[in-house]
């Protein structure tokens, strides 16, 4: 009986570090897996931060920018972190951004980019395009 309530007790702990909500590292927001618009940094030591936008993501990647080894974006379409700074970005379309302001989708594929633009909108953007560009909504 002792080993059955020890078991329930460690797998009640495992699926609440399993299913715990994870937040943005800048401004605490839930991370919403599934609405695929999210960004995740690696820095140097190996910790990972997750950043619930792309607004999230500039500034805390310009807080921390001597820390980074990597920072992946989620493509929209496959639910795949890829290099955020290789992908093609789709702002301003219908899709429902995270917080308020625009959209802003990312692909790892141009056409894939693309086809969604010519279904709900916006414009395809570079990454060297989204990261310089002023006025980042948040």
């Known amino acids: 009986m002792k080993k059955l309530l ?3 007790f460690a797998l009640t702990i495992f699926a ?11 401004c605490g927001m839930k991370v919403d897996e599934a609405k695929r618009q999210h960004f995740v940094i690696t820095t ?6 997750k950043a619930c936008n792309e607004g999230c993501a500039v500034i805390l990647t310009e807080n921390i920018k001597k820390d980074i080894m990597t920072m992946e974006a989620v493509d929209y379409g496959t639910g795949s972190l890829i290099d955020a700074h290789k992908a093609f970005y789709v702002k ?4 429902k951004p995270v917080m308020g302001g625009k959209s802003v989708v990312a692909f790892s594929k141009k ?7 010519k279904e709900h909108g916006g414009k395809v953007v570079t990454a060297e395009e989204m990261f310089k560009a002023e006025g980042h909504e948040h």
């Open 6 to 8: 020890l078991s329930i």
């Open 92 to 95: 301003g379309s219908d899709i």
């Open 16 to 26: 609440g570090i399993a299913f715990a909500e994870e937040k943005c590292s800048l």
């Open 111 to 117: 056409e894939d980019a693309e086809k969604l633009q």
């Open 44 to 49: 140097k030591d190996g910790k990972k931060q």
